[in-house]
């Protein structure tokens, strides 16, 4: 037991915050992907095997990593809640950045090789980081969950603004463009691909190490104790739920009297921590009709994520040939991604997530349904497009973690979003489909104009979701 200085708790919260934002700034290089697909391709057709591999068929290693990591997601949850936040985040960071090492090795082998390394266990990886870092600063926060998981997730947005543009002046230093078969041929371009993996595979496995050593969960408080004393072996805090109900009726602070001796900003922050142990068990959720509306809502909208972080590159160079000019516009669309989960997440704090939610999918309807428009117009609205698509994607991935905390509860928040970020992963599986076997008879104006219907769907089912907090049924089973 030591003492606690009333300064503390809140420096331990933002260094939870930074450490999660740099941890996540490494996962979002999952966005750079559709920056190296040309690359990628390009490489196995002329150095590796098969050498009739198509733009189509190479998304299924985006596929596979997205789908990796729902699948990983829940376990990232189960062992964030057993284990505690910085072991989780470590194991799952090695397993990410170790995938994107190997890749070095396994483009040269064949396509199916580095599915699997930059695919399978990018993905796995990648679920099993995820979790950590968010759910440990929404327990630190937890009356702001949106700002807290905005915040940290703004980083998973943010990694493809560095690193998009850094693997484009790596691999294609002097602007080489397409030749006329649609693939980079030249030898400087391809030589580059493999090594690639190496420099920023182990530029990833630093940042996650260091950031996942200052991960910590918050301290246990309870109302016999001191709150200015912290026992730094004790699992995450329990308090019962008849105590937490009796306070909310009663407008009394959980802690009681024990508080009346500290200063008023401690006092402040801590009662922040106060509602970290409500919430529902995964399967008491799975029992609720709004998670069920929630995953729905998930699948529709991941289908235009799934479009936008692979299509975007590959629909502009239909009609743009400046390699560079790509990269930059995959740099600053990846600032309006990180710029998204914050504002959306205060958004959400302001006002519902329903709201957010009604919003963000009538923006992203309309502006996949007219993205094809960007041919006539040019590169100015093809930058403006890409933007706001990605300003909303960013949104995607702040507005459900708060839903699923305020829905659900903060106790089990690392488990129970992981079961719906499944939504995310089934989604992702069908768009790949789509896009090998459908694209080639839609062509790109069918093809957003189908996307475009999948969030005209999201829409209405945003409008019908009836925004409830499930505590109360928690509290019924607890009495029973």
Same mark, same amino acid.
């Given at each position: ?51 009739? @591999? ?50 070095? *090795? ?5 396509? &199916? ?26 327990? &630190? ?5 949106? *700002? ?20 484009? @002046? ?20 391809? /030589? ?32 016999? /104790? ?41 006092? /402040?922050?801590?009662? &922040? ?52 000019? @790509?990269?930059?516009? %995959?740099?600053? /669309? ?74 659900? %509860?903060?106790?089990? *928040? %690392? ?66």
């Amino acid at each position: 037991m030591k003492l606690c200085p009333s300064w503390l708790p809140p420096i331990r919260a933002l260094v939870v915050l930074l450490a999660g934002f740099a941890i996540h700034f490494s996962l979002g290089t999952i966005y750079t992907y559709g920056n190296l697909s040309p690359y990628i391709t390009s490489y196995i057709r002329n150095q590796s095997s098969p050498h009739d @591999l198509r733009i189509g068929t190479t998304s299924l290693v985006y596929a596979f990593a997205v789908i990796s990591q729902g699948v990983s997601m829940f376990l990232g949850g189960w062992l964030d809640h057993k284990i505690g936040p910085r072991i989780t985040t470590m194991a799952g960071g090695l397993v990410m950045s170790g995938g994107v090492m190997l890749s070095y *090795f396994a483009i040269k082998l064949s396509f &199916w090789m580095f599915t699997f390394t930059y695919g399978v266990m990018f993905g796995l990886g990648l679920g099993v980081c995820y979790i950590g870092p968010l759910a440990c600063a929404v327990r &630190w926060l937890p009356k702001w969950k949106g *700002f807290a998981s905005g915040f940290v997730v703004s980083g998973f947005g943010l990694g493809a603004v560095l690193f998009t543009y850094m693997q484009t @002046l790596y691999i294609n230093p002097h602007n080489q463009p397409l030749s006329d078969s649609g693939y980079f041929e030249h030898p400087d371009v391809l /030589s580059k691909v493999p090594s690639s993996f190496l420099l920023f595979g182990g530029v990833y496995m630093a940042m996650q190490v260091l950031g996942s050593l200052l991960l910590t969960n918050p301290p246990t408080t309870t109302p016999e /104790s001191d709150p200015h004393e912290i026992n730094e072996d004790a699992p995450q805090g329990r308090t019962n739920m008849d105590d937490i109900t009796a306070s909310v009726n009663s407008e009394t602070p959980l802690w009681g009297t024990h508080l009346t001796a500290i200063e008023e900003s401690t006092t /402040s922050f801590l009662s &922040w921590t106060q509602d970290r142990v409500t919430g529902l068990s995964p399967w008491q959720m799975l029992r609720t009709f709004g998670f069920y509306h929630l995953w729905i809502l998930f699948f529709l909208l991941a289908t235009a994520v799934f479009t936008i972080a692979t299509k975007y590159k590959l629909f502009g160079q239909v009609f743009i040939k400046d390699d560079h000019f @790509l990269a930059a516009v %995959g740099s600053v /669309s990846a600032i309006f991604n990180s710029a998204g989960r914050i504002l959306w997440g205060v958004f959400a704090d302001r006002f519902t997530y329903k709201v957010g939610l009604v919003c963000l999918t009538a923006v992203m309807a309309t502006f996949v349904l007219t993205f094809y428009a960007t041919v006539i117009v040019g590169k100015v609205m093809f930058t403006v497009w890409v933007c706001v698509l990605f300003f909303c994607v960013g949104g995607i991935f702040s507005l459900f973690p708060t839903a699923a905390a305020r829905s659900f %509860g903060s106790k089990y *928040f %690392g488990t129970n979003y992981g079961i719906l970020f499944t939504a995310n992963s089934l989604s992702t599986a069908v768009s790949a489909v789509i896009s090998i076997y459908l694209f080639d008879y839609l062509d790109w104006f069918g093809y957003f104009f189908l996307v475009s219907g999948f969030c005209l769907l999201a829409f209405v089912t945003a409008l019908l979701y009836r925004h409830r907090r499930y505590l109360p049924f928690l509290y019924q089973q607890e009495r029973e």
